[in-house]
């Protein structure tokens, strides 16, 4: 595998499940990012990790908990979400934090929360 | 507040013919810009980027144009391809206040007719 990957590509899920989103890296960098994209609006930052540490919370419901175990992984884990979550999941990676502006983009997670 | 807007949901041109792509931003301490290209099922990818030092950038086929006064910039390219086809996103950063965020317009679809 090469670049950033994302698992599953697209998830269904109740709103009384929990399940978790999965972003891996290949590229050895050091900062990941949580993006949401609603339908006709523009990427949102969630999250933002750097050596696995949570530098950035943009505001997000406590039902979207990141994890980030180490450099490579990035985990979303969702609980009792809303239908208005139904969302495309981004994530991505730079070299450092300070390389924002050189962020790799996985595929993205496709959500539907029912 | 959307501080990144693109105005113009979707562009349809020709082959061989000139594609404009346009984003106006509102936040004054914006002083770097970029431009994604996202192919369907797949993450955004970087495509070319200005500081705000200068008013244009030329990679190639693409140019990206930066008027500080009007807030505005466009991605111009030259000659368009089928290939092009896919969504557009317009990114705006400031450095100096707000590390590790980049804020998104909302997309321009380009169809290049064959």
């Known amino acids: 595998e090469t670049g950033v990957t994302q698992t599953p590509r697209h998830l269904v899920m109740g709103m009384t499940n929990k399940k978790s989103l999965k972003c891996e890296q290949h590229?050895?960098?050091?900062?990941m990012y949580w993006y949401k994209q609603s339908a006709k609006k523009p990427l949102e930052l969630m999250f933002v990790y750097s050596l696995e540490e949570r530098v950035e919370n943009n505001s997000v419901p406590s039902r979207f908990s990141p994890e980030c175990p180490n450099s490579s992984h990035l985990f979303l884990h969702l609980h009792t979400l809303q239908p208005e979550d139904s969302a495309l999941y981004l994530c991505?990676?730079?070299?450092?934090?300070?390389?924002?502006?050189?962020?790799?983009f996985g595929p993205g997670t496709r959500l539907t929360v029912l | 507040d959307q501080q990144v807007k693109q105005n113009s949901p979707s562009l349809s041109v020709q082959e061989g013919r000139i594609s404009i792509l346009n984003c106006d931003y509102t936040?004054?301490?914006?002083?770097?810009f970029l431009w994604y290209k996202k192919y369907p099922a797949e993450g955004p990818t970087f495509l070319i980027s200005i500081s705000s030092i200068k008013d244009k950038n030329e990679d190639g086929r693409f140019t990206v144009f930066l008027n500080k006064s009007a807030k505005h910039l466009s991605l111009h390219i030259v000659p368009s391809q089928p290939g092009d086809s896919a969504v557009y996103f317009c990114a705006a950063s400031a450095g100096g206040t707000s590390y590790g965020k980049l804020t998104f317009g909302q997309g321009t679809i380009l169809t290049v007719h064959p």
């Open positions: 936040n004054s301490m914006f002083d770097y």
């Open positions: 991505a990676s730079s070299l450092g934090l300070a390389n924002y502006n050189e962020q790799f």
């Open positions: 590229l050895g960098h050091n900062a």
